[in-house]
């Protein structure tokens, strides 16, 4: 997969809960989902009386502006994905035009329940590094799809400030993939938890039941 920039391209509720091994348990926690794009997560989670925030910089646009550049880039990541079918792994989503379907479905529900979450403060602006929530403020941070994905976009050193960052406002932090677009393990992953253990903190890789991009089917979980 070659991207020359970050794609707004969601996930579904269902799909985090196989990302990241979510439990009824870890739905009692408060949860910041991190550079979220345009998931269901939050609209499909809060429905059912989680506490999830969100914060993108994508949520500076509405939710229409969202939705076309969403539908600027999705025929060229799907003919990405058909003329690449050994990249990919159809247990989940069963073909690439069942991708195209399950992420239009997704943007569709994010779109709906966008504005109304915008007033209700759980979808906020915010860019790594940076970003504004209080020391501890959240139980659980998740990330999908974007550190380590986008190896070749953002160095090492972003990544290393954007995980501190995270773990300032977050007592518990799940990452998934740790794999690159091009289905390779970040160069960055060995190095930042060598750093993290350094400073205290317990890392795992954690196997989960999600897998799309081939060899994609490990989680990096870090605790105080």
Not at 4 to 29: A, Q
Not at 87 to 94: E, L, T
Not at 141 to 162: E, P
Not at 196 to 209: A, D, H, I, M, R
Request: charged share 25%.
């Amino acid at each position: 997969m070659n991207l020359e920039k970050v794609v707004p391209f969601g996930r579904s509720l269902d799909e985090y809960i196989k990302m990241f091994n979510l439990t009824e348990n870890d739905f009692k926690k408060s949860i910041l989902s991190v550079a979220d794009g345009p998931a269901s997560f939050n609209a499909e989670g809060t429905k059912l009386g989680y506490k999830i925030n969100s914060v993108d910089p994508l949520y500076i646009f509405s939710g229409e502006e969202i939705k076309r550049r969403f539908c600027a880039v999705v025929d060229d990541i799907i003919k990405q994905v058909e003329n690449t079918p050994n990249d990919w792994v159809w247990s989940y989503h069963k073909s690439p035009q069942n991708l195209r379907k399950n992420r239009e479905k997704v943007i569709a529900l994010f779109c709906a329940d966008y504005e109304i979450g915008k007033k209700d403060n759980r979808y906020n602006i915010g860019q790594l590094p940076r970003l504004k929530y209080d020391k501890n403020q959240y139980e659980l941070g998740l990330v999908s799809h974007f550190l380590f994905l986008y190896s070749a976009h953002f160095d090492q050193q972003f990544h290393i400030n954007s995980i501190d960052e995270i773990l300032r406002i977050c007592r518990e932090v799940r990452i998934f993939p740790l794999i690159t677009l091009q289905n390779k393990i970040s160069p960055y992953l060995q190095f930042i938890i060598t750093y993290l253990e350094n400073k205290g903190y317990k890392c795992k890789l954690e196997k989960v039941s999600y897998q799309l991009q081939r060899g994609g089917n490990q989680m990096l979980i870090i605790t105080k």
